[in-house]
């Protein structure tokens, strides 16, 4: 890294190491590769290795309790949502992927990306995520092409470092 934290682009701090999946995968897969890797969103990539969605553990949880049977039991937990940071209280049934886990992650990933390119300024990159309200920007080029991702994560590793 070039760059000291102050003239820091995206490139010099995303993660490049990527766990991916694909459209037609299913939510069970993603879930499963979320909790092996230990991250909570998974850029979809098509067939071209392009860039076309994203899904979060809390796009998931929040499909799953919009669907779930709540007169079945009617009980409900807690769950803290990393996304928003706040807990959120869900259908107990929404934890089970019996009815859900086959549905393909194209049903459930946000197609409206919040995206940087790799040139983009540490800062510009911070201004982007609070204005969006979000906890990750993917770095990509206009054809989708994905290079990397940055978390808030990053940005406290970027402090820390000094």
């Known amino acids: 890294m070039s760059h ?6 995206a490139a010099d701090y995303m993660q490049r190491d990527i766990v991916t999946v694909s459209p037609d995968d299913s939510l069970r897969v993603a879930l499963a ?3 092996e890797n230990h991250v ?4 979809v990539m098509d067939g071209k290795s392009r860039c076309v969605g994203l899904v979060t553990s809390s796009d998931i949880l929040n499909y799953e309790e919009e669907r779930a049977d709540e007169t079945a039991t009617g009980a409900t937990a807690g769950f803290y949502d990393p996304e928003t940071q706040q807990w959120e209280s869900v259908p107990i049934s929404a934890f089970g992927l019996e009815e859900f ?3 393909p ?6 197609r409206d990306l919040v995206w ?12 982007r995520m609070v204005g969006e309200r979000v906890h990750r920007v993917l ?5 989708a092409r994905l290079y990397g ?3 808030a994560f990053d940005f406290v590793r970027v402090v820390a470092k000094g």
């Open 4 to 9: 000291t934290a102050q003239d820091a682009v």
């Open 33 to 35: 590769l979320m909790t």
């Open 40 to 43: 909570t969103g998974l850029p």
């Open 101 to 103: 886990g086959d549905v």
């Open 105 to 110: 992650v194209r049903d459930v990933m946000t």
């Open 116 to 127: 940087v390119d790799r040139s983009t300024s540490l800062s510009e990159v911070a201004r």
């Open 139 to 143: 770095v990509m080029d206009r054809e």
């Open 149 to 151: 991702i940055l978390s």
